[in-house]
C-alpha cells in the first residue's frame, strides 16, 4: 500500500529533477559540458573518443550533458576532472628542466657577468693592433695582458665575501625511491664496507636501514644573469617550474607505486630499473588504436612489464622523473633511527645550502665515489602536494622585499669576516710565544707555567726584549685599527675605456652594484681588541638632534632600496647592515639610565602607515618612506623581559614591558610632573629624627634603672599594668585594619587600580616594540656608486626622563590618590560641598593619656577631621577605618612606645582646572585664581575629558584635558599639653607611659585655636580627673607623595558632588 506512493514521489522528483537539468541548460547554451571520470580503466567495447584514459592518474573520463555525480544521473562518471583536458586526449605532463644559468666561457661572455663588464669596459692599455704588436714579443704581452684581465675576473667572482656569502642560498630536493640496480650495487657495496649490517638487501629496505634518493641538481638564488634580469626572477622561474610539476605528479603513477613499493615484494622494484625495463620493452609495438587494458598504478611489476603500451608509457614516466631527479643518493639509518623512516607518501626531502659536505671519498675497497651529503638544512618528508605547496612557501618568504635574503646575506657576510677577523687575533694572541722562541730559542716541552719571579739575570733581559718587541706590535695593531676604523678601503679594479656613447654607460651601469660598506663598519669591531673602542653595538652610541632639542638620536641600522636586488616593480628598502636582535637591542636602550626611547602609539603608527610586519615574514617587510619623531610621541621606559607564546600564531616570543613616560610636549609644558616626583619619608622627617633621639636617651634611662635594682643600689622602677585596656586596643586596631583592606580590594577602588595600571604600563612583542621606537629618515646621496639607490638612516630617539622605579611611582600614586579620594568624601560626607575653588580637608591624628594610679596609664586615640575652602571650622571625630590609619592611630605604638611620629597631622587641597593651569599653579598660592567653584569645574571636567578623548582616541597628552590637583602638607609643628594639676603624686612621673609621654620631643605647645576647634569628645576627655596629656599629631603619611592628580570622572565616583 505505501510502495506505490513512495515510487511515485521518488519519479516525481526525479521528473523535477530533469526538468531543471533542461532548463539549466536551455538557460544558458554557452556552457560547455562537463568532463568527468570514474577510477580505473575504461570500459571495452566504448569509443576511444568519448572515453579518454589518463594512465597517470588511473582515470577513465568523458564529456557529460550535466554536473558530474547528480542526482539519478545513473552513471559511474561522478568525479569531476582535475581539468577539462582530461575529456580531449591523454594527459603527461613533461618534466622541463628549468633553465640555469651557466658561467659563460670567456668566448661568449654575456653582458651583465663580470668577465664581459671587465673585458668590454676596462683600458689595460690594449688598443688597436699595430703590424709590430702581431709579433710573437708583442704576443707575448698580449698574452699577459690576457692573463691579468683573466686574474682580475678571478679575484672579483672567486675571492669576494659578496659572492662567498651569496653561494649558500640554494635548495636542493631529493625524492625516496625504490631499490633499483644501481642502489643495490651501492648497498653490496655499503656491506661490504661493514657500513650496513649482513643482511638481504630486502631486508634492509623494509625495515628502514638503507633508503635510496633520487636528487634533484642545487637552484641558486643568486646567479649570474643578463641585463635587465635579476637573479630572484630566474630562481623563481626555476622553484615554481619545480612546484608545477609536483602538483602535476602528486597523484600519478610513480608516486602510487613507491608509496606502496615498501610493503610490496622486493622483486617489485625492478620495474623502477631504466635497463630493466627497456630490455623487457625490445620489440613491443604499441597499436595506439585500442584501449587501454592496464591500470599503470595498480597493475604488478610483471604485468606492467608485460604490457606494452602501459610499459612504453611507464618508460617514459621514468625518465621524466630521473631527469628531474638525475642524482643518486642514499640514508642508512641505525637501527633505533630506521624505527621512523619515512612511508607511504612521505616522499620528497627538501634541503637548503650546498649539498656537498666532504672531500670526494670511496669506501675501502668500494667501487662508488661518494662524498658526503649535507642534510643540516633538510625539512621532510613531504608527499608531492605538500612539497609543491613548500616550494610555493619558500619563494614567497624569500622574495627581496620580505628582507629575509637580506637578513641572511648580512649574517653570513658577517659570520665570513669574522672568522677573518679571528686569524688576525690567532696571530697575536700567539706573538708572545713566536717571539719567545725566536728571541730565546727555548723548548717549553714536559715544562709547567709558573707565575713571574724575574729578577736581574740573562732571562731578565731577554724577556725585556720580548716585551719591547711585542709593545711595539701592539702599537702597530692598536694605530691599524684607529686608521681602518674610519677610512674607506677600495680596489681600483682598472681605469674604465673612453665611453663616449651615453648607451654603452648606461649598460655599463646596468652590469654594475652597489656599494657595500659593511667590511669598513665591521673593521671598527675587528679592531676594538686593540683601540679599545667601546659603545659598537646598534644604538649604544647617540647624537644630539637638532630637530627636537634636548633629545638624542641613537642610529640602530641603515637602509637602502632594492637591497639585495629589486623586484618586480616593488618599492622597498631592506638593512645593509644587520640588525640586533629585538630583546638585545631593547636591552641597549634599557641601560640608558635617565633616557628613554620615545614609542609610536598603535594609533599614530597606523595614521602614519607604519606598520610592523615582523610577524608576517612573507610580506614586505619595511616601506620607502621616511618617518620623522615628533613632540606627541610618548616616551618608555623599558623594564623586563618574558617569554610567552603569542595568541595568534602560539610561537614562543619575548614580550617586554614597559612603563608610560611623557611626550616631549608634555615634558616642556609640565616638566615638573615628567621628573621623578617628590615624596615623603616618615623616617627623613624632623619628628621622625627627634622621636630618634629621643626614644634613645629615655631608653639608655629605663636600662640604667632597671640594672641598678637588679644589682641591689637601687629601688625597683615603676611599672605599668593596664593590660586590659592594650589588648582593647590591639584588636580594635586589627579590626579596624581588616576593614580597610576590604575597603581598597573591592568595587571602585579596584576598577581604579587597573585604570591606573593600564595608564601606567604596556605589554608588547619586542620585535613590534622595536619598530614603534624605530625612525626613519633619507640619507643624502653621497655619490659613492653609480646606482644611486636611496639610502635611509634607521634611528630611535631617546629624551630625559624619570630615574624612579616605575613600580614604586605606581604604589605611591595609587596609594596616595585613594587616601586623597577617602578624605574627600568624608569631607563631602560630614561638611557638604564647599563654596570655593578649593576644597581643603584637615586630618589630625591625637593621643589622650589617662592614669588612674601610679601604675595604671594608658592612651586613647582619636582621629580628627575637618574640612572648607580657605578658612576651615571645628574638627569632628572618624572612625573611618582608612582615615585612622591615615592619621596613624592605628598602628601608633601604645604604652611606653609612643613616638611624635605615630601621629601625623596634615592639610590636603583640592584644585580643578587644565593640565597646564593647574600645574603652573603654586602649591599653596598667596590669593586663589578666579575660576568656576571646584565642585561646578570637576563635573564640568569630567564631560569635557570624554569629549576630548573621543575627539583624540589613544592621545597620551591632551593640553586642555581637566585634572584634579592634590596637594598635601604638613599641619606644622606637633602639639604637646601635659596637665600637671591632676597628678595624684610624684610617683605617676615615674610611670614608664608617663615618662615617654612626657619625653616626646620636637612638639609645642597646643595652640589656642587648635585646642578651642577640638570635638565636644575629646574636649570632654580634657576635663575628666583622669586626664593627664593630648599630644597631636603632625605631618604626613609615610611615604605619601606631595602632589598628585585625580581624574575628574574618578573623583566623582566617590565623592558625588
Known amino acids: 500500500m505505501l510502495f506505490l506512493p513512495f515510487m511515485q514521489l521518488v519519479l516525481l522528483a526525479a521528473a523535477r529533477r530533469t526538468s531543471q537539468g533542461e532548463h539549466s541548460l536551455k538557460t544558458d547554451e554557452a556552457a560547455k559540458d562537463h568532463c568527468c571520470c570514474k577510477k580505473g580503466l575504461c570500459e ?135 631499490p633499483s640496480s644501481d642502489f643495490t650495487q651501492i648497498l653490496e657495496d655499503e656491506k661490504a664496507a661493514n657500513q650496513l649490517p649482513k643482511e638481504e638487501p630486502a631486508a634492509l629496505y623494509k625495515e628502514g636501514r638503507f633508503i635510496p634518493l633520487r636528487c634533484s641538481e642545487n637552484f641558486k638564488v643568486f646567479n649570474d644573469v643578463g641585463l635587465g634580469e635579476t637573479s630572484f626572477q630566474v630562481f623563481e622561474e626555476q622553484v615554481r617550474s619545480l612546484a608545477s610539476w609536483y602538483e602535476a605528479e602528486k597523484d600519478g603513477a610513480v608516486a602510487a607505486r613507491l608509496a606502496k613499493l615498501r610493503g610490496a615484494e622486493f622483486a617489485e622494484a625492478a620495474a623502477f630499473d631504466i635497463p630493466t625495463v627497456v630490455k623487457a620493452l625490445e620489440g613491443c609495438e604499441v597499436n595506439e588504436t585500442l584501449p587501454w587494458d592496464l591500470s599503470v598504478s595498480e597493475a604488478s611489476g610483471a604485468q606492467l612489464l608485460k604490457n606494452c603500451r602501459a610499459g612504453k608509457w611507464w618508460l617514459g614516466k621514468l625518465s621524466d622523473w630521473q631527469r628531474a631527479m638525475p642524482f643518486t643518493s642514499f640514508m642508512s639509518p641505525d637501527e633505533e633511527a630506521a624505527k621512523v623512516a619515512p612511508q607511504g607518501k612521505e616522499q620528497i626531502l627538501m634541503c637548503f645550502g650546498k649539498r656537498v659536505a666532504s672531500q670526494l671519498h670511496r669506501r675501502e675497497g668500494g667501487q662508488h665515489l661518494m662524498t658526503d651529503q649535507n642534510a643540516i638544512g633538510c625539512h621532510g618528508f613531504w608527499d608531492l602536494a605538500q612539497a609543491g605547496k613548500m616550494l610555493d612557501r619558500i619563494v614567497k618568504l624569500w622574495r627581496p622585499p620580505t628582507c629575509q635574503l637580506a637578513s641572511m646575506e648580512l649574517d653570513m657576510k658577517v659570520k665570513i669576516m669574522e672568522l677573518i677577523a679571528n686569524m688576525n687575533s690567532r696571530l697575536f694572541d700567539a706573538l708572545p710565544a713566536l717571539l719567545t722562541e725566536e728571541l730565546s730559542g727555548a723548548d717549553f716541552d714536559g715544562k709547567a707555567l709558573a707565575a713571574s719571579s724575574l729578577g736581574s739575570s740573562l732571562l731578565r733581559g731577554v724577556w725585556d726584549t720580548i716585551t719591547h718587541s711585542f709593545s711595539s706590535m701592539r702599537g702597530q695593531y692598536t694605530r691599524l685599527g684607529q686608521l681602518l676604523g674610519n677610512t674607506v678601503v677600495k680596489w681600483a679594479v682598472c681605469p674604465l675605456k673612453n665611453i663616449s656613447q651615453t648607451e654603452d654607460l648606461q649598460n655599463l651601469d646596468s652590469a654594475l652594484g652597489t656599494e657595500d660598506d659593511l667590511a669598513r663598519y665591521y673593521a671598527e669591531i675587528a679592531y676594538a681588541k686593540w683601540t679599545g673602542r667601546t659603545k659598537l653595538l646598534p644604538g649604544e652610541e647617540c647624537t644630539s638632534n637638532p630637530s627636537l632639542p634636548s633629545t638624542m638620536a641613537c642610529s640602530i641600522g641603515i637602509m637602502q632600496q632594492d637591497m639585495p636586488e629589486p623586484y618586480r616593480d616593488d618599492q622597498f628598502i631592506c638593512p645593509v647592515r644587520p640588525f640586533l636582535p629585538a630583546k638585545q637591542q631593547l636591552e641597549v636602550f634599557q641601560k640608558k639610565k635617565g633616557f628613554c626611547p620615545l614609542s609610536m602609539s598603535t594609533v599614530q603608527m597606523r595614521n602614519a602607515s607604519w606598520f610592523f610586519r615582523g610577524r608576517t615574514p612573507q610580506r614586505k617587510q619595511y616601506d620607502m618612506k621616511e618617518n620623522l619623531p615628533k613632540k606627541d610621541i610618548q616616551g618608555v621606559r623599558i623594564m623586563d623581559f618574558k617569554s610567552r607564546q603569542d595568541t595568534d600564531f602560539h610561537v614562543w616570543r619575548s614580550f617586554v614591558t614597559t612603563s608610560l613616560q611623557c611626550t616631549l610636549e608634555e615634558a616642556e609644558e609640565t616638566p615638573r610632573w615628567c621628573a621623578d616626583p617628590e615624596v615623603h619619608y616618615s623616617q627623613t622627617s624632623m619628628n621622625g629624627l627627634a622621636d630618634g633621639v629621643g626614644r634613645a636617651g629615655r631608653g639608655a634611662a629605663q636600662l640604667v ?134 576644597l581643603t580637608v584637615e586630618l589630625v591624628g591625637s593621643a589622650v593619656l589617662k592614669m588612674g594610679g601610679v601604675s595604671n596609664a594608658w592612651l586613647d586615640f582619636h582621629t580628627l577631621i575637618r574640612a572648607g575652602g580657605a578658612e576651615l571650622g571645628a574638627f569632628i571625630e572618624t572612625a573611618t577605618p582608612i582615615l585612622e590609619g591615615l592619621s596613624g592611630v592605628l598602628s601608633a605604638n601604645t604604652g611606653a612606645s609612643l613616638r611624635a611620629a605615630d601621629l601625623v597631622g596634615f592639610q590636603v587641597q583640592f584644585r580643578c582646572g587644565t593640565r597646564k593651569a593647574m600645574h603652573d599653579l603654586p602649591a599653596r598660592p598667596e590669593v586663589e585664581p578666579e575660576g568656576p567653584k571646584f565642585a561646578t569645574c570637576v563635573a564640568q571636567g569630567a564631560a569635557k575629558n570624554k569629549e576630548l578623548r573621543q575627539a583624540s582616541p589613544g592621545a597620551a597628552y591632551l593640553r586642555e584635558e581637566v585634572v584634579v590637583r592634590v596637594t598635601f602638607h604638613s599641619s606644622g609643628v606637633c602639639g604637646k599639653q601635659l596637665d600637671l ?46 586626664f593627664r596629656g593630648l599630644l597631636l599629631g603632625s605631618g604626613l603619611p609615610d611615604k605619601t607623595l606631595y602632589e598628585v592628580l585625580v581624574d575628574p570622572e574618578e573623583f566623582l565616583q566617590e565623592v558625588p558632588l
Not at 615617654?996 to 577640638?1014: D, E, K, Q, R, Y
Request: include cysteine; hydrophobic fraction near 30%.
Open 44 to 178: 571495452p567495447g566504448h569509443n576511444s573518443t568519448e572515453e579518454i584514459y589518463s594512465p597517470n592518474d588511473d582515470l577513465c573520463c568523458r564529456f557529460r550533458g550535466g554536473p558530474c555525480g547528480r542526482l539519478f544521473s545513473f552513471s559511474y562518471f561522478t568525479a569531476d576532472a582535475p581539468a577539462t583536458g582530461y575529456c580531449r586526449e591523454v594527459p603527461h605532463v613533461v618534466y622541463t628542466a628549468p633553465a640555469v644559468v651557466q658561467a659563460p666561457a670567456p668566448s661568449a661572455l654575456t653582458p651583465g657577468h663580470p668577465a664581459h663588464t671587465v673585458q668590454t669596459y676596462c683600458d689595460l692599455g690594449r688598443g688597436e693592433l699595430t703590424q709590430d704588436e702581431r709579433s710573437a714579443e708583442s704576443s707575448q704581452k698580449l698574452g699577459a695582458k690576457s692573463n691579468i684581465m683573466q686574474t682580475m675576473v678571478n679575484e672579483i667572482t672567486k675571492n669576494s665575501i659578496d659572492t662567498m656569502a651569496k653561494e649558500i642560498f640554494s635548495i636542493y630536493l631529493c625524492s625516496r625511491w625504490a
Open 705 to 838: 634603672a632597671h640594672g641598678m635594682h637588679q644589682a641591689g643600689v637601687g629601688e625597683q622602677p615603676v611599672g605599668n599594668s593596664a593590660a586590659g585596656k592594650t589588648l582593647a586596643r590591639w584588636l580594635y586596631r586589627n579590626g579596624k585594619g581588616l576593614q580597610a583592606w576590604l575597603k581598597e580590594s573591592t568595587g571602585k577602588a579596584s576598577q581604579r587600580y587597573e585604570k591606573l595600571r593600564e595608564r601606567s604600563f604596556q605589554e608588547l612583542e619586542a620585535g613590534e616594540l622595536v619598530h614603534s621606537l624605530s625612525f626613519q629618515s633619507e640619507l643624502e646621496s653621497t655619490g659613492a656608486d653609480t646606482k644611486r639607490k636611496q639610502r635611509y638612516d634607521r634611528y630611535v630617539v631617546v629624551a630625559p626622563c624619570k630615574t624612579m622605579d616605575p613600580e614604586t611611582e605606581f604604589d605611591l600614586k595609587y596609594t596616595t590618590a585613594e587616601h586623597a579620594l577617602q578624605l574627600a568624601r568624608k569631607a563631602n560626607q560630614k561638611f557638604g560641598s564647599v563654596d570655593s575653588s578649593v
Open 981 to 1026: 594639676a591632676k597628678l595624684g603624686s610624684s610617683n605617676e612621673t615615674q610611670n614608664p607611659v608617663y615618662q615617654t609621654f612626657s619625653g616626646i620631643s620636637g612638639c609645642s605647645g597646643v595652640p589656642a585655636a587648635v585646642a578651642s576647634s577640638l570635638p565636644a569628645e575629646v574636649k570632654q576627655e580634657m576635663e575628666a580627673a583622669n
